[in-house]
Structures are given as C-alpha cells and as structure tokens.
C-alpha cells in the first residue's frame, strides 16, 4: 500500500473495522516514513461472466434496472429495489466464488423477486426463462400458486 501523501511503501495498519455491513474492511494505516495517517477500503472482488464470455464487476445496479423493467406498473419502490439487489448480491457472495456466471445472478434474483411482486417475477422470468407459449406462463403460475399455499 502506497501512501497517498509521500507514495512510500510501507504503512502499518492502526485500526481495522468492517464497514458495509461487513461486505468490506475498514482499515485506519500510518505511513511508516512521513508518519501520516490515511484511511483504505478493502473489499472482495465480485466478477460476472457473460453469455458473450465478457468479464465485468457485479454491480447492483445492473441487477436494479434489470428488474425495475419487470416491475413498471407495479407497486415496488426504489428502496424495495435496493434491498433486493442487496439479497442478491449477497446470495451470490454465499457461494464462495470470486466469478460467477450471469445465468446465476438471475437464478439468485427470482426468489427475492417472488417475495417481492408475483406480476414483476412473472415478467422477469418470462424473459429470464425464455417462456414460448402460454403452457409456460400457467406452469410458472402454478408453481406460485403452489409455493403459495404452503406459505
């Protein structure tokens, strides 16, 4: 780690706390030849990889307006928006793997969006599923009929 003021190498960390809900750490250093103090943000790297085989950062915001089509017309708000992107993010982390695919970024958002809005999931997973026919609309409807009434 370089320091910000004299650009020396070395610093020796003076506090460490998790900031973000504990998604990173916080790290107070002290430059161990000008003796200045500076703040670093450590966070775990989180890649998708595309269909077309691109590498790209996870971002919240992809998974936002992603889904805020699926939900136009609907009662969802943007804080209901952020909280499932949060969800989602987090699933992902779960699994362990600094690079995931994006067909499991959309698999961790269908569960979040069922809970949220059952018209939203429908046309999200419409798309997300590539439904063909009418038979794969009442086949999804079923299953939410189904997980439904075992709630």
């Given amino acids: 780690m370089h320091c910000p003021f004299c650009r020396h190498d070395g610093s020796r960390v003076?506090?460490?706390r998790t900031a973000e809900d504990g998604t990173s750490i916080r790290?107070?250093?002290q430059c161990q030849h000008c003796g200045r103090r500076f703040t670093t943000l450590e966070t775990a790297s989180l890649s998708v990889r595309k269909r077309s085989g691109a590498v790209e950062p996870f971002s919240r915001d992809k998974v936002m307006v992603g889904v805020r089509r699926a939900c136009q017309?609907?009662?969802v708000s943007d804080d209901d928006l952020a909280l499932l992107a949060h969800k989602v993010e987090e699933e992902?982390?779960?699994s362990g793997q600094a690079l995931v695919d994006s067909h499991e970024?959309?698999?961790a958002i269908l569960g979040p969006l069922r809970e949220l809005d059952q018209i939203a999931y429908l046309r999200f997973a419409s798309v997300y599923s590539s439904f063909e026919s009418l038979e794969d609309f009442e086949a999804a409807i079923a299953k939410l009929r189904q997980v439904g009434s075992q709630d």
């Fill in 27 to 29: 790290r107070r250093r």
């Fill in 105 to 107: 970024v959309g698999l």
């Fill in 73 to 75: 017309g609907r009662p």
């Fill in 92 to 94: 992902v982390r779960a």
């Fill in 14 to 16: 003076v506090d460490s």
